[in-house]
């Protein structure tokens, strides 16, 4: 069992804290080889994964697990919150490439069961192409786990800050937006130059995100504090699109390390 401090409801959410993000990941991965192992002999397990660098560490754990011949993906099914856009899916900065490094080379996850969306769609495509991802995780059951991350200003996926109506956020589908300038300023080492970063992406929605049966926040390190404390203080609101979990309420948990969990009143 990982060393976990403590545990709280906020907002009818699970918050559980770790002594540091080693202890938040290894619980994330647990939950993960947990819906994998427990899901019905008839049905594959549908995991929704994250990209980033908090998840890396529940990867290494899968990926460890899968070696030491205790974890199969034969039987999982997946589905990515997004992908920058344009890209190629062999571009080393592409999602696509970033699971290939971190999992899917590493598991026996079949190729055709790991779903991302795709880059390279012609723009005038991209509406249906997003529809068609919605419903392939509909003709699949739905989302059984997603693993989200939060972003420094309070991203779900590529779900950016707004000024929409919160109904109107709650009901916000997969699509191609537009990034935030923090999260442009964020991906700027991974680019390797400001004027690099890919200032678009397709996103899965906030409502396919909600849909999910269980959702398991990951959050870690000092930098996500605000965020953190943002999202669980106040009300449901789209300018801070993490803090639309609350109205998600009993399938969320949030896993965080002390520091992200620093400024939680
Ligand atoms: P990070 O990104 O894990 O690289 O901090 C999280 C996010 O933006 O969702």
Same mark, same amino acid.
């Given at each position: 069992?990982?060393?976990?401090?403590?545990?709280?409801?906020?907002?009818?959410?699970?918050?559980?804290?770790?002594? =540091?993000?080693?202890?938040?990941?290894?619980?994330? %991965? $647990?939950?993960? !080889? *947990?819906?994998? #192992?427990?899901?019905?002999? /008839?049905?594959?397990?549908?995991?929704?994964?994250?990209?980033?660098?908090?998840?890396?560490?529940?990867?290494?754990?899968?990926?460890?697990?899968?070696?030491?011949?205790?974890?199969?993906?034969?039987?999982?099914?997946?589905?990515?919150?997004?992908?920058?856009?344009?890209?190629?899916?062999?571009?080393?900065?592409?999602?696509?490439?970033?699971?290939?490094?971190?999992?899917?080379?590493?598991?026996?996850?079949?190729?055709?069961?790991?779903?991302?969306? =795709?880059?390279?769609?012609?723009?005038?495509?991209? %509406? $249906?192409?997003? !529809? *068609?991802?919605? #419903?392939?995780?509909?003709? /699949?059951?739905?989302?059984?786990?997603?693993?989200?991350?939060?972003?420094?200003?309070?991203?779900?996926?590529?779900?950016?800050?707004?000024?929409?109506?919160?109904?109107?956020?709650?009901?916000?589908?997969?699509?191609?937006?537009?990034?935030?300038?923090?999260?442009?300023?964020?991906?700027?080492?991974?680019?390797?130059?400001?004027?690099?970063?890919?200032?678009?992406?397709?996103?899965?929605?906030?409502?396919?995100?909600?849909?999910?049966?269980?959702?398991?926040?990951?959050?870690?390190?000092?930098?996500? %504090? $605000?965020?953190? !404390?943002?999202?669980?203080?106040?009300?449901?609101?789209?300018?801070?699109?993490?803090?639309?979990?609350?109205?998600?309420?009993?399938?969320?948990?949030?896993?965080?390390?002390?520091?992200?969990?620093?400024?939680?009143?």
């Amino acid at each position: 069992m990982p060393d976990e401090n403590r545990t709280f409801q906020r907002a009818g959410m699970t918050i559980r804290v770790f002594s =540091d993000a080693g202890a938040a990941s290894r619980a994330a %991965a $647990d939950l993960i !080889a *947990e819906a994998i #192992r427990g899901a019905k002999p /008839d049905r594959r397990a549908v995991l929704g994964l994250a990209t980033g660098s908090t998840p890396q560490k529940v990867y290494a754990h899968l990926a460890a697990w899968h070696a030491a011949g205790e974890l199969s993906f034969r039987d999982v099914v997946t589905y990515n919150l997004d992908e920058y856009y344009p890209i190629q899916p062999l571009d080393p900065k592409s999602y696509r490439c970033y699971m290939h490094r971190h999992l899917f080379s590493l598991v026996d996850l079949s190729p055709q069961a790991a779903h991302i969306l =795709d880059g390279t769609v012609p723009e005038p495509f991209v %509406a $249906d192409h997003c !529809a *068609e991802f919605e #419903r392939w995780i509909a003709a /699949d059951g739905g989302l059984d786990v997603q693993l989200l991350g939060i972003g420094r200003n309070g991203h779900i996926g590529f779900n950016e800050p707004s000024e929409l109506p919160v109904e109107e956020a709650l009901a916000l589908p997969t699509r191609l937006v537009e990034l935030h300038p923090v999260t442009r300023a964020d991906a700027v080492r991974e680019f390797g130059g400001a004027d690099k970063v890919i200032p678009r992406a397709l996103t899965m929605g906030v409502k396919t995100i909600l849909s999910a049966g269980s959702i398991l926040m990951l959050a870690t390190g000092a930098h996500k %504090a $605000d965020a953190v !404390a943002a999202a669980l203080n106040g009300d449901p609101r789209s300018g801070l699109p993490a803090s639309l979990l609350q109205t998600a309420g009993g399938k969320v948990t949030w896993l965080v390390d002390e520091l992200a969990a620093s400024l939680i009143s």
